[in-house]
T-cell receptor, first 116, second 109 residues
Framework: DAGVTQSPTHLIKTRGQQVTLRCSPK?????VSWYQQALGQGPQFIFQ???????QRGNFPDRFSGHQFPNYSSELNVNALLLGDSALYLC???????????????FGPGTRLLVL | QKEVEQNSGPLSVPEGAIASLNCTYS??????FFWYRQYSGKSPELIMF????GDKEDGRFTAQLNKASQYVSLLIRDSQPSDSATYLC?????????FGPGTRLSVLP
């Protein structure tokens, strides 16, 4: 049973650059959520994609954008990188049940982004 | 925005003891609660979830939920050094989770 995969595992960028992170959900899952985790903090919700559309968004600026493909995989794009964007970016997948929320989310290994 | 609070720790317990981790949340309407374990440098892994008031047991782990008091706890029986990690409490908010800052647990041999 294939779990959630993410690429790349590590990334180093400079301020002002753009980055794209990728995620493939767990087999059988149709929903992808993205989180940012700064050192010593809990994950912060960025947005969630279902049926190729952004379903819900957290308190992140428009520099953060995403996409979901027909095979349920997803990308997170961050433009105009800031030093404060340095963090572990986590992808979590889930299966929409009744759509009422609260579906269990399973995390990928994460992408560690360092902005210099 | 919902808030989830946890003691950051570290919480130190001797091997074989019971570790008790607590979490409080702000939204009385929350229905689903999750505990994740995160080893240093790794991603969170699901331990268990609980939806109903009371206790839910899974092996050495017991989740306890009290919606009236708005807290959820995780008990780890017979703690092992391999249980040393950060434990994250998560509360559902619509289609996503709100996480607490995590409690760092250290199990001493």
């Amino acid at each position: 049973d294939a779990g959630v995969t993410q690429s790349p595992t590590h990334l180093i960028k400079t301020r002002g650059q753009q980055v794209t992170l990728r995620c493939s959900p767990k087999s059988g899952h149709d929903t992808v959520s993205w989180y940012q985790q700064a050192l010593g903090q809990g994950p912060q919700f960025i947005f969630q994609y279902y049926e190729e559309e952004e379903r819900q968004r957290g308190n992140f600026p428009d520099r953060f954008s995403g996409h979901q493909f027909p095979n349920y995989s997803s990308e997170l794009n961050v433009n105009a990188l800031l030093l404060g964007d340095s963090a572990l970016y986590l992808c979590a997948s889930s299966l929409i049940a009744g759509g009422a929320g609260g579906e269990t989310q399973y995390f990928g290994p994460g992408t560690r982004l360092l902005v210099l | 925005q919902k808030e989830v609070e946890q003691n950051s720790g570290p919480l130190s317990v001797p091997e074989g003891a019971i570790a008790s981790l607590n979490c409080t949340y702000s939204d009385r309407g929350s229905q689903s609660f999750f505990w994740y374990r995160q080893y240093s440098g790794k991603s969170p892994e699901l331990i268990m979830f609980i939806y109903s008031n009371g206790d839910k047991e899974d092996g050495r782990f017991t989740a306890q939920l009290n919606k009236a008091s708005q807290y959820v706890s995780l008990l780890i029986r017979d703690s092992q050094p391999s249980d040393s990690a950060t434990y994250l409490c998560a509360v559902e908010e619509g289609q996503n989770f709100v996480f607490g800052p995590g409690t760092r647990l250290s199990v001493l041999p």
